[in-house]
């Protein structure tokens, strides 16, 4: 059961990232571009892939509630018992949560499959808010009062800056399929420049939830359990780094070098869901507190 339940915290908090970043980044590289073929051609894709992710994000967002009245009631039988599943939904702080996280999944795959996609300010406040719903859930319930809804507003910027990276680095994906149609050096440095700033708020809210949870700078012993997860997620992220850097240093050669960078932003983006599947394992491990 254990097992499952990363492995569906893994896809959803992974769709529901990138379906937020692939929101915000859309403007941001391609707003002020003239409408083209190829700018049709890649809203089209990129259309059909938000709606995929919306989708698989309701379907693993279920899945996660029978997994969780599953492992509350200790039997695999109770996940299918409806009743069992209203008094989670009802009665628990993860169910009224998740009440309002499915509501608004459901309001997302329905906008993205009727008229109302055309909606940007629409889309942008059903997946904000989809995405900041994941907040409350895991380790950033664990305080109450004042102290546990700091921690909670720290997880939001947290996850902002994660999805908005994750899914503009599914964009550049998409984009570098047809690089010759787009102004690559500019979209780049557009990227990157924005990326300065997700970089920063990812670390700084970092570094507060590893202080706050653990009651140090960073868990120990440094080779097991939490804080061992915990460092195989910053030598990704460091990877990511690492490559979103060597980028930038070359964004004036890009149109010479366009498998490297295509293949560098690919891995790039795969390092990133790595270490989402690294975050869906540490919500599920209690953080070693110093002392």
Same mark, same amino acid.
């Given at each position: 059961?254990?097992?499952?339940?990363?492995?569906?915290?893994?896809?959803?908090?992974?769709?529901?990232?990138?379906?937020?970043?692939?929101?915000?980044?859309?403007?941001?590289?391609?707003?002020?571009?003239?409408?083209?073929?190829?700018?049709?051609?890649? &809203?089209?894709?990129?259309?059909?892939?938000?709606?995929?992710?919306?989708?698989?994000?309701?379907?693993?967002?279920?899945?996660?509630?029978?997994?969780?009245?599953?492992?509350?009631?200790?039997?695999?039988?109770?996940?299918? &018992?409806?009743?069992?599943?209203?008094?989670?939904?009802?009665?628990?702080?993860?169910?009224?949560?998740?009440?309002?996280?499915?509501?608004?999944?459901?309001?997302?795959?329905?906008?993205?499959?009727?008229?109302?996609?055309?909606?940007?300010?629409?889309?942008?406040?059903?997946?904000?808010?989809?995405?900041?719903?994941?907040?409350?859930?895991?380790?950033?319930?664990?305080? &109450?009062?004042?102290?546990?809804?700091?921690?909670?507003?720290?997880?939001?910027?947290?996850?902002?800056?994660?999805?908005?990276?994750?899914?503009?680095?599914?964009?550049?994906?998409?984009?570098?399929?047809?690089?010759?149609?787009?102004?690559?050096?500019?979209?780049?440095?557009?990227?990157?420049?924005?990326?300065?700033?997700?970089?920063?708020?990812?670390?700084?809210?970092?570094?507060?939830?590893?202080?706050?949870?653990?009651?140090?700078?960073?868990?120990?012993?440094?080779?097991?359990?939490?804080?061992?997860?915990?460092?195989?997620?910053?030598?990704?992220?460091?990877?990511?780094?690492?490559?979103?850097?060597?980028?930038?240093?070359?964004?004036? &050669?890009?149109?010479?070098?366009?498998?490297?960078?295509?293949?560098?932003?690919?891995?790039?983006?795969?390092?990133?869901?790595?270490?989402?599947?690294?975050?869906?394992?540490?919500?599920?491990?209690?953080?070693?507190?110093?002392?």
């Amino acid at each position: 059961m254990a097992n499952a339940l990363v492995l569906c915290r893994f896809l959803h908090f992974a769709m529901v990232l990138m379906l937020f970043g692939a929101c915000v980044f859309r403007p941001l590289l391609l707003g002020r571009e003239p409408r083209t073929e190829a700018l049709t051609t890649l &809203d089209r894709r990129l259309a059909r892939i938000t709606r995929l992710l919306a989708s698989l994000a309701l379907a693993s967002g279920v899945c996660w509630l029978l997994l969780i009245t599953a492992s509350m009631a200790g039997s695999w039988q109770a996940a299918l &018992d409806l009743p069992t599943v209203y008094v989670v939904l009802s009665n628990t702080f993860f169910g009224q949560v998740w009440s309002w996280h499915l509501l608004l999944n459901l309001l997302l795959v329905v906008c993205l499959i009727t008229p109302l996609s055309t909606s940007f300010p629409l889309r942008l406040a059903l997946s904000g808010l989809l995405l900041a719903t994941l907040a409350p859930v895991g380790h950033g319930a664990m305080l &109450d009062g004042l102290s546990g809804q700091l921690l909670i507003l720290n997880q939001v910027i947290h996850l902002a800056c994660v999805g908005a990276w994750l899914g503009g680095l599914m964009l550049l994906v998409l984009i570098l399929r047809q690089p010759a149609s787009y102004p690559l050096g500019l979209i780049l440095l557009h990227f990157s420049g924005i990326g300065y700033g997700l970089v920063a708020g990812l670390v700084v809210t970092g570094l507060i939830n590893v202080r706050v949870l653990t009651g140090a700078f960073w868990p120990t012993p440094l080779f097991s359990g939490f804080a061992l997860i915990l460092l195989i997620k910053v030598a990704l992220v460091s990877g990511m780094l690492a490559l979103a850097l060597r980028n930038r240093l070359k964004v004036n &050669d890009c149109g010479q070098r366009l498998t490297v960078l295509r293949t560098s932003v690919m891995i790039e983006w795969l390092l990133g869901v790595a270490a989402v599947a690294a975050v869906s394992l540490l919500g599920t491990m209690p953080p070693m507190v110093a002392g």
